[in-house]
Structure formats: C-alpha cells, structure tokens
C-alpha cells in the first residue's frame, strides 16, 4: 500500500461519540425512523439514510418539510413525473413564502453583524431585523412591487443587502444581485435581461485600503437599463454626491410599517435568479425556485453543517457569488450571521482570524484559494490566535488540495471539521458536503448530499468507483433551477445538462467516488486536459505546482499541436523571482514525481497576472481561447480582463 493510499484510510478528524449523538443529522435519522412509512431502521449509518433519501425521495422530501416546519402549505402531492429530467415536478400544489420562514425569529438575538474592512460595525436583531423589512417591503409595494417582479441589487456584502432580498421576496417578487465591482457592461449583460423594476446600489464601496466611487458608474446603468422605475442608494462609503433620480435608503423606508403581509406563492415560483461566469458568452439567467432553495438551503445548514440557533455563520462572498444567497439562508435556523466586505488580506493576511476571535465565528466559510494563499504567506493562526469558538471550516469556490487539508489541520486548527463541498450557482447549493457524524479524509469531500442521487460515469455512461468520470445526479431533486430566463423552449437549460446523458443531470465537474463514500473533485469538465488521450484534471496539476516555494499560483490548459494536444502551464511567482531552466525542472519533477509523466506540462511560461472572474475562479477555458488566437467574447465577466493580454501572441508556444 502506498503513502498515498495510507493517508486515504486514515482520517485527520474524527466526530466524538458526543458529537455524533447531539448532531442534527442523528437527530433527523431518528425523526425518520419514527416517522417513516414503511419504518425505517438505519443504525446511525449515514450511508443508509443517504441510499433510503434517494429510494424513497418523496417521502425524504416531504418529511424534511415535516422536519423544519417549514411554514407553509405542502399540498396533496410531492412529486409529479419524477422520472423525468427535465420536467419532474415537485410539491405542485404547495404555497408558501421564503422571506417569511427567513423571518420566523422575531426575538432579541443578534440576527446579523456587520464589519467592513474600514472598520465599520454594526448588528441586528431578530426583532429589528423584521421591522426593517416591513419598512421596505411596505414602500417596494407602494412603487409598484408585485409578485414576479424583478428587483436587483449592485451592492456589498451588508445588512441592507439582506434586508432588500427579504423585503423583496416578502411580496412574491424575484431578487437577483452582483457587487459593485461588476463593471458596467457586466451588469448590463445581467440585469439588461431580467429587466428589474428597483435597483438597490451604493455610493461606493472599499477595498484593500481604498474607497472606490461608483456614482458614474450607477449614473450610466440606470440609464441604459430602462426598466428601473426606482433607484434606491445606500451611502455605504458616505459619499457627498447621489445618483440623478435616486432615492436615499433611510428617505426610502416607511417609518410607520410595523408588519408584513407576506404574499403566498408556489413551490416552484422563482425567488432567485442567478447568472452564470459569462466568460464564453453573455451569462445565462438561471432561475431558482422558491420551495426548492429553502428546503436544499435548511438541509445543508442544519443537517450538514449542524448549524443552530447558538452558532455565528460566516463566508466570506460577494452579492455576485450563490454563497451569498446560501449565508443568508441562515436566518431560517435563527443563527447569527457574520457579515463581511472588503479584501480578506487587508490590512493583514490574519484579518479573517481576527474576525473569527472577534465575533466568535463557529462556522467559518472560505475558498480554497484563500487558504492557498494564507500557506504561501507562511500564517499560523494556530500560534496567534485563540480559535476557541472555531468548530468548522468549510472550503469552496476551487478544488481543495489534499496540501491544505494539511495546512488547516497543523496550522489553523486540529480539533474542526474542514468541510471542502461543490455544487454550484446551477444548483444554488451543493452536490457534495460536510458531514458532522462522519470523518474527515484527506483530500476529499465527506459525502453525497440528502436526497441527491451523485454518481461518477465513465465515458460510455456507465457508473465508476474509484475512478475519475463525469459528476451525474441520476433523479430530480427540488432544487433544480426551474429554467432559464427568456428560454420559452427550454432548450438551453437541456443542452446546459441534459444532453451529455440522456435524463441525468450532467454537473460540469471531473471527479471520483472513493472507497470511504466520499468525493473528489478535480476540476471543471470542460476544461480537462487530454495529451495523448489520457484525461487530467487540472486539479490534478495545480496541487503538485503549490509544493513549489518559488510559485504563488499556476493556470494550466491545453494547446492543440500536432494532431495532438500538450499541456502548457503559466505561473506567477513571487516578487523578485525569474523563471528559469532550474525553476522548470523542479516544478517539473515536482509534478513527475508526485502524478505521472503525462501530466508534465510541455512548455512553462512565467506571466504577471492570471485572469479571473469577479468571484475568484480562474478562466482556464478564456486563456485556452486566447494561445489559440480566438476571442475572449465577455470580458467584462473577469476581475483582470487586462490579465489576458500576457497569454497573447506567446512566442514560447510555438515550437
């Protein structure tokens, strides 16, 4: 047995039997057992409840809504045509309203605080929280706001961002977001096509030490976009000047709006809509029900996460990122929300560490690529900082590599559970999760999610353990978007998951099923490479390349040669470092020694700067396009569009 397989048998954090015992997810298998029918027996094994979930998914669904008394109306039915992908429908005749199980604390806890990186705070209660709402909601509906109506937000990472979305789907209407730092042409592409009746937005905004000004920018996008009837502006960066036709916050709220009539709608009315990267094309407007989110957010938090009304959740996000939409979930389990905008790093890499000490964060949420970073910059919060309240860390955004397990365990914390889960805007949540009554393995995700069918299929369709192939879910699940906007056929949202394999949902992501039924993932489909026919992940590569001391990150991507394609790897490295022939051969037998000869890239390229979407992820497909000479179509979807110019033209690439 190898080092390799050694470490996979052995975990790097196991539940206590107390743990295990005061979980929600056991407090659920026995609310099952008792409730089931037929009965159902699964000893305290997650895997038995996981297969039952998907045996029996009406009755896991519906008895999940039984679980959460989830307010609202379940109807006759769970689930019609549940054999179909599209086209299964669940709880057709259910009614209910997101905001109003949002709001269903009305007490003197702390609902939400606030810090910005400028050292800003500010909280909220419960209490203040619904009476804040009802201001809101009261005057939307006094502008024309009604159910089904579009309101969008261009706006940081704050209290008032909540406060909107729950105004807004208090009165049935649809919420999308982005943050501020979008450009124009980036937020026309998206709200240019849901065409929202209120913009909420902001005078400016800080980030790593500077405040930006976005007046102008506001000024041209309330132009252009002519369905904004309503332009509300909240003074976040305390600016002097407004936008022409806006309103202030504080002038816009009804002082005298004491409750909320929430308006009941479907389980499958839309609540959210979410936009794709939009690095390949205009982004698509998916949309996320109502009934499906809720159900698939109080899951992952309380069941998943072991998240309760004592815990204080945070991850780090912008508006423009589902894990925004997913933090303020937490509200339906009372627990207090930590809010944060502004640079992770600013003004120190332990500015997070602080925060976690400062505000007693249980749950804490990151990237991968944070934690990355933190190692590369040699932080040890485990000799600087207490920690004591820190009892999760979950990861996402990238692949975690097996390295940064390592780092958390010898360098954060030992005693947490480091959660690394996937899903995605497609599915506003998660195919794979944390899990608080199982181990932690190094390197992989802890399992498949309640009631979502996850498999791996190899080419021919077929499903593989221990192997890498396509990441499936084989039956509907609620939270399915409910389609995509200005698509009346439905043909996009098909060919978006549908045709790869025939009524199973094809997720986009390269990944492995491991022998302890966890999860592996190894990067975006669409962007494995295949020298020589042989399939790689990019993952793959990258996890060799952060061994190397000299490199800060890497991007690796396929370049079509000689009836074949090879692999080309661009690296940044740090300040004052040049690649040379001795930097090449050691990354080189770096990545030989650690994976196989075939994923040794054929050329190594040195460049400043490595572009990446406004929520962090790099763009291996944009560059591909690019060392192939083809057009980059929407580069207002990346944070550094200027980044792609280096990949231009590279005379390296040609030989």
């Not at 920018?217 to 022409?244: C, G, M, W, Y």
């Not at 936009?275 to 094309?281: A, H, V």
Request: a negative charge; charged letters at 20%; aromatic letters at 10%.
């Amino acid at each position: 047995m190898t080092k390799h397989e050694q470490a996979l048998l052995k975990p790097m954090w196991q539940p206590s039997a107390s743990q295990i015992e005061q979980a929600q997810m056991t407090a659920f298998m026995r609310f099952v057992e008792k409730n089931s029918s037929p009965p159902q027996s699964f000893n305290g094994s997650y895997e038995r409840l996981h297969a039952w979930s998907i045996s029996d998914k009406e009755n896991f669904w519906l008895l999940l809504w039984r679980y959460f008394e989830v307010i609202g109306n379940t109807g006759e039915r769970v689930l019609v045509d549940g054999n179909k992908m599209p086209g299964a429908e669940w709880f057709p005749g259910a009614t209910l309203n997101f905001a109003e199980n949002l709001l269903r604390y009305r007490d003197d806890r702390i609902a939400m605080v606030f810090n910005g990186e400028n050292g800003d705070r500010n909280e909220l209660t419960y209490a203040e929280l619904y009476q804040q709402v009802a201001a809101l909601a009261s005057r939307l509906k006094d502008v024309g706001v009604v159910a089904g109506d579009r309101v969008a937000g261009m706006l940081p990472n704050c209290i008032e961002t909540i406060i909107a979305m729950l105004a807004t789907t208090s009165l049935g209407a649809v919420w999308s977001s982005c943050s501020p730092d979008f450009g124009v042409q980036g937020v026309l592409d998206r709200f240019g096509q849901i065409m929202p009746k209120v913009l909420f937005t902001v005078d400016g905004y800080f980030y790593n030490g500077k405040t930006i000004d976005i007046s102008d920018k506001v000024n041209n996008i309330h132009r252009q976009i002519v369905s904004i009837e309503q332009l509300v502006v909240i003074p976040f960066a305390q600016l002097a000047d407004t936008a022409p036709g806006s309103q202030l916050w504080a002038d816009f709220l009804d002082p005298h709006a004491t409750t909320i009539e929430f308006v009941q709608r479907r389980f499958n009315d839309p609540l959210y809509i979410m936009f794709s990267s939009g690095t390949t094309g205009v982004p698509k407007c998916i949309v996320h029900g109502i009934g499906g989110t809720l159900l698939q957010h109080l899951k992952e938090h309380a069941l998943h996460t072991d998240l309760t009304r004592d815990d204080t959740l945070f991850f780090f996000t912008t508006c423009g990122w589902m894990m925004w939409n997913w933090l303020a979930s937490g509200l339906a389990i009372g627990a207090r929300l930590a809010l944060f905008d502004g640079s992770p790093f600013y003004p120190s890499p332990e500015a997070m560490f602080n925060l976690i000490d400062r505000e007693q964060i249980t749950v804490f949420g990151t990237s991968a690529k944070f934690l990355s970073a933190l190692e590369k910059a040699n932080v040890k919060p485990q000799k600087s900082h207490q920690l004591t309240t820190l009892r999760t860390i979950l990861t996402t955004g990238s692949v975690l590599t097996p390295e940064s397990f390592d780092y958390v365990y010898r360098d954060i914390k030992q005693d947490v559970c480091l959660s690394s889960i996937s899903g995605g805007t497609d599915i506003i949540s998660c195919f794979a999760l944390g899990n608080p009554i199982l181990p932690v393995y190094r390197g992989q995700l802890q399992s498949p999610g309640l009631g979502l069918a996850v498999n791996v299929y190899n080419e021919q369709g077929k499903a593989i353990l221990g192997e890498k192939g396509e990441l499936v879910c084989e039956r509907s699940f609620p939270c399915m978007p409910t389609g995509f906007w200005n698509d009346p056929t439905g043909s996009t949202y098909h060919s978006a998951y549908f045709e790869r394999f025939e009524n199973i949902w094809a997720h986009g992501d390269y990944a492995e099923i491991t022998p302890q039924h966890g999860i592996i993932i190894y990067g975006r489909s669409d962007t494995v490479l295949n020298p020589g026919g042989v399939r790689i992940g990019t993952a793959e590569i990258y996890r060799q390349v952060e061994k190397v001391e000299q490199v800060l990150e890497s991007i690796a991507v396929g370049q079509q040669w000689q009836d074949d394609e090879r692999v080309i790897l661009f690296v940044r490295l740090r300040e004052g470092i040049t690649l040379d022939n001795n930097l090449r051969d050691t990354i080189k037998k770096t990545i030989r020694a650690n994976a196989t000869p075939r994923h040794v890239p054929a050329i190594i390229v040195q460049v400043n700067d490595i572009p990446r979407t406004i929520s962090g992820k790099i763009v291996e497909l944009a560059v591909r396009q690019v060392i192939h000479g083809e057009i980059v179509k929407n580069t207002d979807a990346l944070a550094n569009p200027e980044a792609l110019a280096e990949f231009k033209n590279r005379s390296e690439l040609n030989s």
